[in-house]
């Protein structure tokens, strides 16, 4: 990491799947074990729960760059965290870079300011075709990135509407259906129904399944029998 006058932390979410199970357990968990590893002190964190797709909207975002000072560093889990939309996050990540802010993303690091730059100064010393090509290859490996992080927020939004789906067709199915009724569980079921030799409890644990679950699919075999 290049010397630096600060060190701030930022972390972000806004799907619903990080709201439900992790809120910001995994940076908070990730950025701790990063600065024991470096011997730092964060100045201060920032959180906040909004969408990645632009930094105008993002009020503690916009409060910590007005932070920032030239040689600062700005540590996220992931280059996610810091924008997922390609072509506002190069913009803004090529000024911070020009600004001498120092950005570190834990899980990403051949985007971390450092390598970009060291690519960058190793660009300057060739003659103009490597050094063109070079600069393209440093500008590609920085979109791409950016777009996956992209691709992957949209699939998971998509994940997300098709589970939602899915559960409002299972609580729309018809009454008594049930569906881990396979026909093996509903082969030993009769036979339990007509041998009484034959326990619950072994139909429990043969197909792992609850007592109460038991019950209904005898109900079920029982009404459809009638």
Not at 110 to 124: F, G, K, Q
Not at 147 to 167: N, P, V
Request: hydrophobic residues 35%; charged residues 30%; proline residues 1%.
């Amino acid at each position: 990491m290049n010397n630096q006058t600060n060190v701030f932390g930022y972390m972000r979410i806004s799907t619903q799947e990080e709201r439900q199970k992790q809120r910001f357990n995994r940076q908070e968990h990730a950025l701790d074990k990063y600065a024991k590893a470096h011997g730092i002190n964060y100045i201060l964190t920032f959180k906040e729960d909004v969408s990645g797709k632009n930094f105008t909207d993002r009020a503690q975002w916009n409060n910590l760059e007005r932070l920032l000072q030239p040689g600062d560093t700005v540590v996220c889990k992931d280059i996610s965290r810091f924008t997922r939309e390609a072509e506002t996050g190069y913009t803004k990540y090529m000024d911070l870079l020009h600004k001498n802010i120092n950005l570190v993303f834990i899980d990403n690091p051949t985007v971390s300011t450092d390598y970009i730059r060291e690519l960058l100064h190793v660009a300057e010393t060739q003659d103009i075709v490597a050094r063109t090509s070079l600069e393209s290859t440093v500008k590609l490996l920085l979109i791409v990135e950016l777009d996956r992080a992209e691709r992957e927020r949209t699939m998971l939004i998509q994940r997300t509407k098709d589970g939602i789906a899915a559960s409002n067709k299972k609580s729309g199915r018809a009454a008594g259906h049930l569906d881990k009724m396979t026909p093996e569980v509903e082969t030993d079921i009769k036979a339990y129904l007509q041998d009484r030799s034959i326990t619950q409890q072994s139909i429990m644990k043969k197909h792992r399944l609850s007592r109460n679950t038991v019950k209904k699919y005898a109900e079920i075999i029982k009404r459809q029998s009638q």
